[in-house]
């Protein structure tokens, strides 16, 4: 069984920066493919970041440039460093676990088995 954890989230002014968490609690860290997501109030789940047990990322167009998930294998948890924020990137933030298949690992929400319960964050303009 996997559990996740986020912390990290809060309120920021536009421009300002947040680091999220997402700890692993479970068996075999290294065989699952981790991600961030978000959703908005009224809005679809959004896929932010994702990494590979390799290290290979990916990033939503929308956050490219601006954010950068990161993994510390040592202490089983996975970051999200969020710059340059902005009111539209104010959600609920979920991390997310899938069996890694080896390949590049893509924000696609249902083939993730496990869900964190979420961190909040609001950017005020």
């Known amino acids: 069984q996997v559990q996740l954890v986020e912390s990290g989230g809060g309120s920021v002014q536009a421009g300002g920066s947040l680091r999220l968490s997402c700890a692993f609690y479970g068996y075999n860290y290294w065989q699952y493919c981790m991600a961030w997501f978000r959703q908005a109030p009224g809005k679809e789940r959004e896929g932010v970041a994702s990494i590979e047990r390799d290290g290979t990322t990916v990033y939503a167009d929308s956050v490219k440039g601006r954010f950068t998930i990161s993994q510390d294998n040592a202490k089983i948890t996975v970051y999200l460093q969020m710059n340059s924020l902005k009111p539209e990137d104010s959600a609920m933030y979920y991390c997310?676990?899938?069996?890694?298949?080896?390949?590049?690992?893509?924000?696609?929400?249902?083939?993730?088995?496990?869900w964190g319960q979420g961190t909040q964050v609001t950017v005020s303009s």
């Open positions: 997310a676990a899938q069996p890694s298949s080896g390949g590049v690992c893509y924000t696609i929400a249902y083939k993730y088995n496990y």
